[in-house]
Nanobody, 120 residues
Framework: QVQLVESGGGLVQAGGSLRLSCTRSGNLLHIVSMGWYRQAPGKERESVAIGTSGGSINYVDSVKGRFTFSRDNAMNTVYLQMNSLRPEDTAVYYC??????????????WGQGTQVTVPS
C-alpha cells in the first residue's frame, strides 16, 4: 500500500520560512507526478507545486519566487521550501501523488496534511 507522510508544518511569522517534507512508502510501476496542494478554510483545494517524473515543475502564480519544490531521484521524498511566508499562505498542505501500480491502472494518493499557519 502506498502511503504519503508529510512533515514540517507549523506556525511561523510573516516573512519567515518553513520546509515541508513528504516521504513515500510502497512501490509503483510509474509515478506521473508528485507534489503539494493546499486548502484554506472556505476555499477550494489548489495545486501549489507539482513535479513530474520528467523533471518539470509547475507552481501556482501566488507562490512563484517564494516556494521551491525539490525531490530525490526516485521521488521517495519531495520537499517544499517556503520562504517569505504570508498570512494568505495559511492552509493545510497536502502531499499528493499520481501513479500507476499496473499497466492501465492509475490513481491518486494523498497524505493526511500538515498545517501551516502564518498569523497576520
Amino acid at each position: 500500500q502506498v502511503q504519503l507522510v508529510e512533515s514540517g508544518g507549523g506556525l511561523v511569522q510573516a516573512g519567515g520560512s518553513l520546509r515541508l517534507s513528504c516521504t513515500r512508502s510502497g512501490n509503483l510501476l510509474h509515478i506521473v507526478s508528485m507534489g503539494w496542494y493546499r486548502q484554506a478554510p472556505g476555499k477550494e483545494r489548489e495545486s501549489v507545486a507539482i513535479g513530474t517524473s520528467g523533471g518539470s515543475i509547475n507552481y501556482v502564480d501566488s507562490v512563484k519566487g517564494r516556494f521551491t519544490f525539490s525531490r530525490d531521484n526516485a521521488m521517495n521524498t519531495v520537499y517544499l521550501q517556503m520562504n517569505s511566508l504570508r498570512p494568505e499562505d495559511t492552509a493545510v498542505y497536502y502531499c499528493a501523488l499520481r501513479g500507476y501500480d499496473a499497466p492501465g491502472s492509475w490513481r491518486d494518493y494523498w497524505g493526511q496534511g500538515t498545517q501551516v499557519t502564518v498569523p497576520s
